[in-house]
């Protein structure tokens, strides 16, 4: 149901900026836990395309824990026990979750605002998780060189919300972590990603997600009635794709793509084709006092294996589990914050170490080598040794460090969620 939303300036345990799959994960575990806390939102809702849409089985865990699974996958999804790639002509499976110590031995595919409408709807039922829609972030509160909270642009004027914690999970171009001003170290990447949509017909491929091509170039994911596609181009040259003109565009795509060519003519317009600019980024450090980052907003990640969602995830899990005691008991030290980044710093550099390796392999060559030699190397070992799509299957599953949740609920559950609206976030 609707909230109200409120008018005045408050004071909240945790006010966390960006309701993507971090921050409302973060927002419900710590309502859970027994923290006041607070999650404000720029959109009006979650409806918008090309997110992550992979549910990964470390995720589909965490939700188990929180005894919501069952409500989750009776939403709209795929699942794919496996990944797929055409390799030298050939299906080949890269990555094989069936084996994994899981209850969930696959990948969901589920539109994000689904996911997030649902752990929205959990998170809302506890009294002290309130969620504000149309409420921009602009400015850190900042006392005596602590944050102390957030100011927030609604369409009743400036919001602002006091907090003993600011949580920065509004994703790669954070605005909190710019106004913290932490410094962040970029590694860069060769390839930017074009997504678009095509029609999900009966006689298409029977995976869930594929990469096809003989340069991976094209990446297709089940969304159920419709395929959800990328083809990867050189960083920065959109333009240049756009200069050649759609027709061109579309051979380009056909070249790569499993479906039939006339498929393409349903690209009607290049207000079809949507930028992904891909980056590899993190904080050098997460934290400051008063304020920490999660997710993309401390990590920005490359959309090999759909990493970016999980990991924010498994950020949000051993956040609540450090952070919730002394949030509750009003406790909070810079040592508790310099714990999670401590906790979450080894998968992530180690997730990014994957990442760079998996497209330095295509870095190293130029466009006609690339041609002529085929699919980057870590396809071809696993193509050739069928035994490494299990390890690969492991580490894109589950990951190199995964959370589990450990602080149990403290309150009782409202019987329906409650969400703020304001009218329109200002410019």
């Known amino acids: 149901m609707e909230g109200a939303c409120p008018t005045a300036d408050f004071e909240t345990g945790c ?8 921050g409302l994960m973060l927002g419900l575990l710590l309502a859970r836990a027994g923290v006041d806390v607070t999650v404000v939102e720029k959109h009006e809702d979650f409806l918008r395309d090309f997110r992550g849409d992979t549910i990964h089985p470390s995720t589909l865990e965490v939700m188990h824990e929180l005894e919501l699974l069952d409500g989750l996958l009776q939403l709209p999804h795929t699942e794919a026990p496996r ?8 299906d080949v499976t890269i990555a094989d979750f069936s ?73 790669r171009s954070s605005l909190v972590r710019e106004k913290a001003r932490l410094e962040v170290e970029r590694f860069g990447s060769p390839r930017d990603v ?56 579309r051979t380009a795509v056909a070249a790569v793509s499993p479906l039939p060519p006339q498929r393409m003519q349903e690209i009607g317009s290049w207000d079809d084709v949507h930028l992904l600019s891909v980056r590899i980024d993190r904080l050098k450090r997460w934290w400051r006092p008063g304020l920490i980052c999660i997710g993309d907003a401390a990590h920005a990640m490359s959309p090999i294996g759909g990493f970016g969602v999980n990991l924010a ?36 550099r180690a997730t990014q ?6 497209q330095r392999d295509r870095r190293k060559r130029d466009a006609s080598k690339a041609e002529r030699e085929g ?17 690969a299957g492991r580490l894109v599953g589950i990951g190199f460090r995964p959370e589990h949740v450990r602080e149990a609920a403290m309150v009782s559950r409202h019987q329906e969620p409650a969400v703020c609206r304001t009218k329109g976030a200002r410019p």
């Not at 609604?154 to 602002?160: E, F, I, N, V």
């Not at 990469?211 to 040259?237: E, I």
């Not at 002394?326 to 999670?340: E, S, Y």
């Not at 980057?376 to 390890?391: E, H, N, S």
Request: include cysteine; aromatic fraction near 10%.
């Open 375 to 391: 699919p980057p190397a870590f396809m071809r070992f696993i193509a050739r040794w069928p035994v490494l799509a299990r390890v």
């Open 353 to 358: 170490k994957l990442q760079l390796m998996m």
């Open 83 to 90: 990944l797929h790639a055409e390799i030298g002509g050939k």
């Open 99 to 171: 084996h994994l110590p899981t209850r969930c031995r696959f990948i969901a595919f589920m539109p994000q605002w689904e996911f997030l409408d649902y752990v929205a709807g959990e998170a809302g039922r506890f009294p002290n998780f309130r969620l504000i829609l149309q409420a921009a972030a602009t400015e850190l509160i900042e006392d005596g060189g602590r944050i102390a909270g957030v100011r927030a642009a609604t369409a009743d004027g400036t919001l602002t919300i006091r907090a003993a914690l600011t949580v920065g999970a509004d994703g």
């Open 15 to 22: 006010v966390i900026v960006g309701a993507g799959p971090g």
């Open 194 to 249: 074009l997504w678009m949509k095509l029609s999900h017909r009966p006689d298409d491929p029977p995976y869930t997600m594929g990469h096809g091509g003989p340069r991976q170039g094209f990446v297709m994911v089940d969304s159920g009635t419709y395929w959800q596609c990328g083809y990867v181009v050189r960083k920065g040259t959109f333009d240049d794709v756009k200069a050649a003109g759609l027709d061109a565009f």
């Open 313 to 348: 995830i498994q950020d949000a899990v051993a956040a609540a589990n450090i952070l919730s005691a002394p949030l509750r008991k009003g406790t909070l030290m810079d040592r508790h914050l310099a714990a999670v980044e401590a906790r979450r710093s080894f998968p992530t």
